[in-house]
């Protein structure tokens, strides 16, 4: 063992070996993950990737890529026995094509620098999330990531064009297609996007860029019923105002909470509707004339769609209408908590909702809490249940009950942040048979020896 960690640090030299006594205290995780590895490893290239993928291979040694741990499924869980495969020093943008509106980046990339290269080049780059200070572009790609704008551009797969990958035996599949269009047989980067790191490790992405848009509206409304907001989406979505780029549905339990006592949001309409709604939407000018919009809102609470709304007049308020919807400090005197993200028919929500606060009082008594919120548009919506004392029991129970109401809605276990794995016994849930044996013979065939991210989605012992 000691020659294969020896043989590590000749590859990626002194400044990318961190051994196991500091890797304990270089661990990003916080609490979320045990602090264990036998090692981190930090390539700078993807020839060195290569290099270590193959050694690895060679000696049996099992390896987690980790990306910025932000992920929320245990998807970078390591532990003694494992070495870390972090690519935090392969964080350059090479190219940015402003013609073909494309940028050429290494996978440890953060992504907020990637929205900022972007900008620089009066480009956009539509994925957003908020953890997206630290989450990677290699760590997005491996999960299919989703956020805020999914309603308006797609998962992470739609930002993708193509890919550089390492196979589990060094092998390097190039496959850095930069052209909207290429029908050339099978697209290969699809293995690699969302396999969070089972298949191959990605190194390097040629991205998606979009025109920057020039302004923005957002209109924060409380909403009478449940029934309301599919309309809603369809009038928004129209576009008679401006191009639906996000609608955020909040629950009454999230609202309350995000703006009750001694909570650090005023409340910018009153508590006591059952739904509220954030709404953003790109307008062609950069001044934010909210007449149209004003008109909008107006037709819509005398149908009695929308109850109360208002409208933000500066980014100082458009910001504060999100940081409801975003902070997720204020959700720290709730844990211990459990959260998920699931999807399903947007028609099924309420009654799935009901369904699983029925369930957790009857369970747990009054005390029981379950605050919902949800991307909606793109019909995924994200729960924390707050109950009992955060054993593990606890947790199974209420992730059985959970995921067996979601069941019988025929929804799906993991809307965007994969399985990892905390929802690995529950993948059942979502896929058939047929489809998770199909996945296990791809991961015998690309990973015949069983080292990237072992255990994690489906086990292949």
């Not at 940028?103 to 929205?115: D, R, S, Y």
């Not at 509220?276 to 007449?291: M, P």
């Not at 249940?385 to 979601?406: F, I, M, P």
Request: net charge negative; with cysteine; aromatic share 6%.
């Amino acid at each position: 063992m000691d020659a294969l960690l020896e043989r590590l640090t000749e590859i990626v030299g002194s400044a990318g070996f961190i051994g196991a006594d500091e890797a304990a205290t270089r661990l990003p995780y916080g609490g979320y993950y045990n602090e264990k590895a036998k090692a981190i490893v930090r390539p700078a290239s993807t020839s060195e990737v290569s290099q270590v993928l193959a050694l690895c291979n060679q000696c049996g040694q099992k390896i987690v890529p980790l990306g910025g741990a932000t992920g929320l499924v245990q998807g970078a869980k390591s532990d003694e026995s494992e070495i870390l495969l972090s690519l935090e020093r392969m964080n350059r943008i090479e190219t940015v094509n402003k013609a073909d509106r494309t940028m050429l980046v290494q996978a440890g990339t953060p992504l907020q620098t990637v929205q900022q290269a972007a900008a620089e080049n009066d480009l956009y780059f539509p994925l957003d999330l908020g953890a997206r200070g630290s989450a990677t572009i290699g760590g997005t790609i491996s999960t299919n990531a989703g956020g805020l704008q999914v309603i308006r551009f797609g998962m992470m797969r739609e930002q993708v064009l193509g890919l550089e990958a390492v196979l589990a035996n060094g092998t390097v599949i190039s496959s850095l297609n930069a052209v909207l269009k290429n029908n050339t047989g099978y697209d290969l980067k699809q293995l690699f996007i969302g396999s969070e790191g089972t298949l191959g490790v990605v190194t390097r992405a040629v991205l998606r860029l979009r025109s920057k848009p020039p302004g923005h509206l957002s209109a924060f409304m409380a909403v009478p019923s449940f029934d309301a907001l599919p309309q809603l989406l369809r009038r928004f979505d129209a576009g008679t105002v401006g191009v639906l780029y996000a609608f955020e549905v909040l629950w009454n339990s999230h609202y309350r909470h995000q703006v009750g006592t001694g909570m650090r949001h005023k409340a910018p309409l009153p508590t006591h509707y059952p739904f509220y709604l954030l709404v953003e939407l790109a307008i062609s000018g950069e001044a934010a004339d909210t007449s149209a919009l004003e008109a909008q809102l107006a037709v819509l609470i005398e149908k009695g769609l929308v109850a109360d709304a208002v409208i933000a007049q500066n980014e100082r308020q458009r910001n504060d209408l999100w940081a409801i919807r975003e902070d997720i400090e204020t959700f720290r005197p709730l844990l211990p908590a459990f959260g998920f993200d699931v999807s399903l028919s947007i028609l099924d929500m309420d009654s799935y909702v009901r369904d699983v606060e029925q369930a957790l009082k009857a369970m747990w008594g009054d005390t029981a809490l379950c605050l919902t919120l949800g991307h909606l548009g793109d019909g995924n919506i994200h729960l924390l249940v707050a109950v009992g004392d955060g054993s593990e029991r606890t947790k199974g129970a209420v992730c059985e009950l959970v995921y067996g109401k979601l069941r019988r809605y025929s929804g799906v276990i993991s809307a965007e942040h994969g399985i990892g794995l905390e929802k690995r016994e529950y993948l059942a849930y979502s896929r058939s048979a047929e489809e998770i044996e199909l996945m296990k013979l791809l991961k015998r065939t690309l990973d015949p020896n069983n080292i990237l991210n072992s255990g994690k989605v489906v086990v292949c012992e």
